[in-house]
């Protein structure tokens, strides 16, 4: 294909997650971003899915009781030319490692904020994740239109706890009830709120010049006076907008808004538009691998089975780094060395499928395959291409797994080892003995579906034998555990990866750190240490 038509292709892409503390707003942001980019008539089917709640935590009723919400599941939108890749990062009780891999295949992410509470432990986590690969970060606060926490003061948790640069993009007038718009800082005009009834349609914007009297007039005085000093402050203690700043993923622009009553949404979109990245390239080894290749090539980072349980399948889906992928197309799984020919690609909407006839970098397909694929592996028009391997995350939940259904062991051996090779779960082995594996999740639903799973596709009952650790950190490469067997905590213990690499686990984190302190020379890792040469 050629060049140029390629590259337009690939700047035209944005991919990217929410991140955000269950309840934050989330789910309405993503509606009402779909509801600005002309993928949904009228807002309010998301939520209305959600609200067919089911209580069982169970995982097909979890999928069903999210709506759209799925995990992995992928939103493709237009805006103003631009094709716009939302992947759903499941948060809350379905909080899973599928949630970190997520975050490996987009290229930036809005956080959503609660003005009311600020920053909240899952948001931290997640931003975390993010702030390992610099991507860009935009913050949405949201709920402007409830009593909210003084903007500086959010500002200023933004900075300290997250350690990262604020930019106030837009400023709020007022909040609560008296919530009456924000302040364009960047173009410098002020966009009125007006309620719109349900937050059905897009909510029409008053914009009005920086010194239009009527400001006045709404505003109570004192607030009016608040908000000139305030923004008066901001102009003298921050630089100016560096774009720069933000794409290395220095400085968050953040934006004041209420996703529910639709304001302030398009003005994050245009402004995301503007100040996101497109498709960013891969490494293989370190070095970028170009975008603009001939050779088509993708990783997989999800991996889920009966997505449709009308057809009890399995779904991979891959992020395409390189070159134009179209339907039918053979490619080479690079681990493996199998062909593959992609006859049932489709992108998603919701539940919906559609056949993807052509897609480009920044671009994620999912296929439907029984073919021996795994989380990480490189697809490829050439076989020597393979990109670095997603890091795993350390765990904090162990189990060992018991079978009770003692009739059914060959099923349960079978079903774990296929379910442990799709990464539900990581697997450990305790003081290097290489019996019965225990499992660890970054959180308890991985365990819910592992066991959903085993029951749904192997007949296999089971039963959770949880255990007391929360901490599990890997050793640096060179120390074992068992040489540290006497250095250790109270009821802390040792073992070893499914990939014989060293690990500590510790009963929490007070117990870690009053190991770091004794030994400040042995470095703990949070994913597995890599070889040199392989960095992600
Ligand atoms: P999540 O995906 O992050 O978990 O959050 P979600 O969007 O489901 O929103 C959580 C709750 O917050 C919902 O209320 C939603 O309507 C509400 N919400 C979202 N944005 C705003 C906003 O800008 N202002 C106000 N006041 N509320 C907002 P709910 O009662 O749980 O559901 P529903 O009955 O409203 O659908």
């Known amino acids: ?47 209305a899915k959600k609200k067919q709640s089911a209580t069982s935590s169970d995982w097909m009723e979890l999928e069903k009781k999210r709506g759209i919400s799925i995990s992995s599941t992928v939103l493709q939108f237009d805006f103003e030319g631009f094709k716009l890749n939302l992947l759903d990062t499941p948060g809350h009780k379905d909080f899973s490692e599928d949630t970190y891999r997520v975050l490996m295949a987009v290229d930036f992410v809005i956080m959503v904020i609660d003005a009311g509470k600020g920053i909240e432990s899952q948001t931290l986590k997640l931003f975390e994740i993010c702030r390992k690969r610099d991507v860009p970060i935009f913050t949405f606060i949201n709920k402007l239109d409830r009593p909210s926490l003084p903007p500086l003061d959010l500002i200023d948790e933004l900075e300290k706890v997250l350690n990262i640069h604020a930019y106030p993009a837009n400023w709020p007038l007022d909040n609560g009830p008296e919530f009456k718009g924000v302040f364009d800082r960047l173009k410098k005009e002020f966009n009125l709120f007006e309620r719109v009834p349900g937050g059905s349609y897009r909510v029409p914007v008053a914009l009005r010049d920086a010194s239009d009297p009527f400001i006045k007039e709404i505003l109570h005085s004192e607030t009016f006076k608040d908000i000139n000093e305030e923004l008066e402050m901001l102009e003298v203690a921050q630089e100016g ?24 949404v398009e003005l994050l979109l245009k402004n995301l538009i503007k100040y996101s990245c497109p498709p960013v390239a891969r490494t293989i080894n370190g070095k970028p691998f170009p975008m603009d290749s001939s050779v088509f090539s993708a990783f997989i980072f999800k991996i889920q089975t009966n997505m449709d349980p009308r057809h009890r399948d399995r779904m991979v889906f891959a992020r395409i780094c390189s070159g134009k992928f179209t339907r039918d197309m053979t490619i080479i799984n690079t681990r493996s060395k199998k062909e593959v020919r992609l006859s049932s690609s489709h992108t998603m909407f919701g539940r919906d499928r559609e056949i993807t006839e052509e897609a480009y970098p920044g671009d994620i397909i999912g296929f439907v395959t029984n073919a021996d694929f795994s989380i990480g592996d490189t697809i490829s028009s050439d076989p020597s291409v393979a990109f670095n391997e997603i890091p795993r995350f350390a765990p904090e939940c162990f189990a060992y797994l018991l079978n009770s ?9 079978k079903g774990l080892d296929h379910l442990l090779a799709e990464h539900i779960v990581q697997c450990f082995y305790l003081n290097n003995n290489v019996g019965m594996p225990l499992l660890g999740a970054v959180g308890p639903l991985q365990f819910e579906i592992l066991q959903y799973r085993l029951r749904d596709e192997y007949s296999t009952e089971t039963r959770l034998e949880m255990k007391q650790w929360e901490v599990m950190r890997w050793l640096p490469l060179g120390i074992t555990g068992s040489e540290l067997e006497g250095a250790l905590p109270y009821n802390s213990t040792f073992g070893c990866d499914d990939q014989n690499r060293h690990v500590l686990f510790f009963q929490n984190q007070w117990g870690m750190k009053s190991f770091q302190k004794d030994h400040p020379d042995i470095e703990l890792y949070d994913n597995p240490p890599v070889q040199p040469d392989k960095d992600i």
């Open 1 to 47: 294909m050629n060049k140029t038509v390629l590259n337009n292709e690939i700047q035209k892409r944005r991919t990217f997650a929410i991140i955000s503390h269950p309840d934050a707003g989330k789910t309405t942001l993503t509606e009402k971003l779909l509801l600005y980019g002309g993928a949904l008539e009228l807002a309010g089917s998301v939520t």
């Open 241 to 264: 907008f560096d774009h720069e700043a933000v794409l290395s993923g220095k400085t968050t622009p953040v934006f004041f808004g209420s996703a529910v009553n639709n304001f302030g």
């Open 405 to 413: 259904t003692m009739s059914a062991a060959k099923s349960f051996r």
